[in-house]
């Protein structure tokens, strides 16, 4: 599966630049297949906050290759059935469009990376368990299918179909629907973002 993971460091063979504090590229040694990259959470309008897109450069300099970004929506509480944008917090679309076309002209890629919060108070998404799954997987999928177009349009490398949905991760069957109407608009990668405690069990990763 897509790896996006920090590498641990190697002895160094820093090249010699004008900035002796900058890490360079070279000074990690990553196995094959996994990203240096980092993870955006994509609060209201932060990506495209001047602020940020600055970062940007930032994060290039430093060896950054791939950045994820993280738009959140929510539900009520862990047992609703529905998942909603929330004004002021879910980022617009178009703050994540400014945000991947700056990353992409600085040679950076993107990872699309929305996940759902169990509720607006903060509840890990990893207690979601909806008291009628396939209202809550119809909702979903709307929902990802939406970010899948969106990645389609802009030239998005990677996304993720979920992020953490421990309860939900023994419907394999739903899941398999999902990646089939994400493919039915994306063809760039997909991955599944999984806890380090329930990764093994998930049978839907190809």
Not at 39 to 60: G, V, Y
Not at 133 to 157: N, P
Not at 179 to 201: C, F, M, P
Request: glycine share 6%; hydrophobic share 35%.
């Amino acid at each position: 599966p897509f790896k996006l993971e920090t590498a641990k460091k190697t002895p160094p063979s820093v090249s010699k630049n004008k900035n002796p504090q900058t890490v360079l590229p070279n000074s990690f040694q990553l196995p094959t297949g996994v990203r240096r990259g980092i993870n955006l959470a994509c609060w209201w309008e932060i990506c495209s906050d001047p602020r940020t897109l600055k970062m940007i450069d930032e994060m290039s300099e430093a060896g950054v290759r791939f950045v994820a970004l993280s738009p959140a929506w929510y539900q009520k509480n862990p047992q609703s059935t529905e998942v909603y944008r929330a004004p002021g917090s879910t980022a617009p679309d178009e703050s994540l469009r400014v945000f991947i076309r700056a990353a992409k002209d600085k040679g950076l890629s993107i990872l699309l990376k929305p996940h759902v919060e169990a509720s607006e108070a903060g509840d890990w998404r990893g207690f979601i368990n909806p008291k009628n799954r396939r209202q809550w997987f119809d909702s979903y999928s709307k929902m990802i299918t939406h970010y899948a177009a969106l990645a389609k349009e802009e030239g998005v490398e990677a996304m993720t179909i979920g992020v953490e949905l421990v309860q939900l991760e023994n419907e394999t069957s739903e899941w398999r629907k999902i990646i089939k109407a994400v493919r039915g608009v994306y063809d760039g990668e997909l991955t599944y973002a999984a806890g380090h405690n329930s990764y093994q069990a998930v049978a839907f990763w190809n």
